[in-house]
């Protein structure tokens, strides 16, 4: 028996040989053909096998030297063609609507699709579908007299359900058991391969996913920067200007009555305010603390701020001498960032407690308050406290892209606990 893999005038492989498998009691067939292939001027590579075993692991080594679907389909044709002597052999697959769609056929097309839908074909496609068992029939040749055709119905399975079929069309040695059985090891060989192709296949789907969402989250990077620097340069540099003319106003021009000296006061605060926030703005956008000195570093400058503000802060950091990978400090950053922002909005607490550490490879980053706490229960139902949910959400989709997990725990009248682990391993 012989396989040549590849039709005519394509039978080579990537070197331009063309590949032979023998399953054979004498090796001289196969040096005879090799022969005949030399003096041809066809460089030729021959495998000889001596058992039906040793012969479908070749067969199933062909078959997983490729990730490509389409090349494992259209291998598994010609394999099955040449070993059973196959008139038509056609591979079918069901669509995202269910429906079972033709994907690959070998043979004449014309003879096919009048094989395809005949009665006979028909019920054997429906018997194979509701017991997963292959079925043999038998059906009249198109276009001959009296001339029989054996068909095969196979099922192609992967993750324990059927994803498509193989009909195999024939003549009558394709009925005999060890053909069957053949035909069947070949088809859940493919089955396995197709399994791993397209696993293959949905991994590369996600690694461009994920590098489309790098290069959206390196755009928004730049974007935040553009911004700071507008904001610096604009409205920062305005504010300054402002507060300072207020003084020197103030200074020249001091008002003559109570009330007026209280007005004044209160629109310098005003001015203040407003220096600050649009300072800790361009902080936020674009916190150089990170970038230069690393996360313990840009933490504590968060802790100062909040100690500024009246708050009473309970900080532990181990983290020790070495930098955490860049992309770890910003995601953990921007968590405590927005941990520390609702605190500020929503806690009705002075008191917080923030813990960083490196522990077992990887970090653990908690933010704690002894606030008013809410329902997590309303939160995941769309309830909450306006822009609460989004934090939140926003929260576990950071620390979920470095393979991390982050908990969220709170309760009424009790305070609430954020913690995002985030493995090491995963950002070296």
Request: aromatic residues 6%.
């Amino acid at each position: 028996m012989k396989v040549l893999h590849g039709r005519k005038g394509q039978d080579r492989n990537r070197s331009g040989v063309l590949r032979n498998l023998f399953l054979e009691d004498s090796p001289l067939d196969a040096e005879l053909v090799g022969t005949r292939l030399s003096e041809g001027g066809i460089g030729c590579e021959l495998a000889r096998v001596q058992s039906r075993d040793a012969f479908a692991a070749a067969l199933n080594q062909v078959l997983n030297s490729t990730l490509e679907s389409e090349e494992i389909v259209a291998r598994l044709l010609e394999i099955m063609c040449s070993v059973a002597n196959l008139t038509v052999a056609v591979i079918s697959r069901f669509d995202q609507e269910a429906n079972l769609c033709v994907w690959r056929s070998a043979g004449p097309e014309d003879l096919w699709l009048r094989m395809c839908f005949t009665p006979e074909a028909n019920a054997a496609r429906r018997a194979m579908l509701e017991n997963g068992e292959p079925q043999l029939f038998r059906l009249r040749r198109p276009g001959s007299e009296g001339e029989d055709c054996v068909g095969l119905c196979l099922p192609i399975g992967a993750r324990d359900r059927i994803v498509g079929i193989l009909e195999a069309y024939g003549q009558e040695s394709l009925a005999q058991d060890v053909m069957i059985e053949m035909v069947s090891s070949l088809t859940s060989q493919a089955a396995s391969a197709l399994e791993s192709a397209w696993l293959h296949e949905e991994l590369g789907d996600r690694e461009r996913a994920l590098q489309d969402l790098v290069k959206r989250l390196l755009g928004a990077k730049e974007e935040r920067r553009w911004v700071a620097y507008e904001v610096h340069d604009g409205l920062a540099h305005v504010a300054v200007a402002a507060h300072q003319n207020l003084q020197a106003f103030a200074r020249r021009y001091a008002p003559e009555t109570e009330q007026g000296r209280r007005e004044l006061d209160r629109i310098l605060g005003q001015v203040r305010t407003m220096v600050s926030d649009t300072r800790r703005v361009i902080a936020n956008l674009r916190p150089t603390a990170l970038d230069d000195l690393g996360l313990a570093a840009a933490i504590s400058l968060e802790v100062e701020r909040l100690n500024e503000e009246g708050y009473y802060v309970d900080c532990e950091e181990h983290l020790g001498n070495e930098r955490l990978p860049k992309e770890m400090e910003i995601v953990l950053f921007r968590v405590a960032q927005e941990a520390l922002t609702n605190i500020r909005k929503h806690a009705e607490t002075k008191w917080l407690k923030i813990e960083l550490r490196r522990r077992d490879g990887e970090v653990y980053l908690e933010v704690r308050d002894f606030g008013c706490g809410f329902d997590p229960v309303a939160l995941e139902t769309l309830g909450g406290r306006p822009g609460e949910r989004v934090g939140f959400a926003g929260m576990r989709e950071r620390v979920g892209m470095l393979g991390g997990e982050l908990e969220i725990q709170s309760r009424p009248q009790a305070g609430t606990f954020v913690a995002a682990i985030i493995p090491l391993m995963r950002t070296a």
